[in-house]
């Protein structure tokens, strides 16, 4: 089973402007072939169907650990795509968008993505950066786990080349700051499952690593979490279990040559997050079904109650 937590794994910058044509190129991160989705499929459904989870324990414990965090990733884009296509943070809801007679949202019949506003209210949706849909044919799950773990290595591999590639087009903070992260656990996610597969084959796959060679020290938004040590870091992502994963990740194993140095460690767990941020309401442009200040005032009332 999962546990819902009210934060975002990381803290994101609110954004300087709307640019919704930088949330349809944050969109591929989603459901892009290599996108969270597809590491939360690979990941969710190689754990549900994991063979000898007892005999294999710390294998299965780091697919299902690894897994839990995948979840959050996928949080963490969409509200990265959702935050650059509403604009900076607003203190409050709007009780009137304007005259629709003026088309306010005028622009966006001529942004990449449009049906993001048509149909989602610029909301992010498991599609790519050209609205096709994520893809369940992206799930590999064998039933083997050296096939499994092999091609997870490769996922997160491909992944990484992806992230670089989408950090490199996007200048707004609040993308570039989730393309770094995820770069940054990217990497852990692909050294962890090299050092799963050297226990497993003997092959000693971590090597290929960094594949492909990016230098995450050379890019801000990854430099402040290398120097934090997230690099060496990974999660159990549960109060109680999971905490195998130490027979993998650590035993003395250290940080990928590059990057600073220091020995892996388990964190049992969860990352500390950050704020959800919230989304401006704009009833004549999204919701103008209901009158605002009625349903405000229902939720504030149904609140108060809450807390008696």
Known sequence: MFMRVDK??????APTRQDPNAGAALQELLGGKYGEMSTLGNYLF????????????????????????????VELVSNGVAMLNNGPDNDGDKTDGGDIADAPFEDMKD??????????????????????????????????????????????????????RVYETLTDAT???????????????????????????????????PTPNINLDKIPECAKYLAEGSHRRLYTFSPNDYKEISA???????????????????????????????????????????????MFEIATKLYKASRK
């Open 111 to 164: 942004i990449r993505l449009a049906a993001a506003f048509f149909s989602n209210a610029g909301g992010a949706t498991p599609v790519n950066s050209n609205g096709q849909s994520w893809n369940n044919d992206f799930i590999t799950t064998t039933g083997n786990v050296v096939i499994d773990l092999l091609h997870n290595f490769h996922l997160e591999c491909g992944a990484r080349l992806h992230k670089l």
């Open 175 to 209: 993308g570039r700051e989730v393309c770094g992260y995820l770069l940054v656990r990217g990497s852990v996610h692909a050294h962890a499952y090299a050092l799963a597969l050297k226990q497993l084959t003997g092959v000693e796959i971590e090597k290929m690593l």
């Open 8 to 13: 975002l794994q990381v803290e994101l910058p």
């Open 46 to 73: 190689q754990s549900f169907n994991f063979r000898s989870k007892a005999k294999l324990r710390p294998f299965y414990s780091l697919v299902a650990a690894i897994t839990a965090e995948e979840l959050g990733h």
């Open 248 to 294: 993998l990740w650590g035993n003395g194993e250290t940080a990928l040559p590059g990057d600073p140095e220091g020995e892996l460690t388990v964190v049992e767990g969860m990352p500390d997050g950050g704020k959800i941020h919230q989304l401006t309401g704009v009833p004549s442009a999204f919701t103008p079904d209901y009158a605002p200040e009625e």
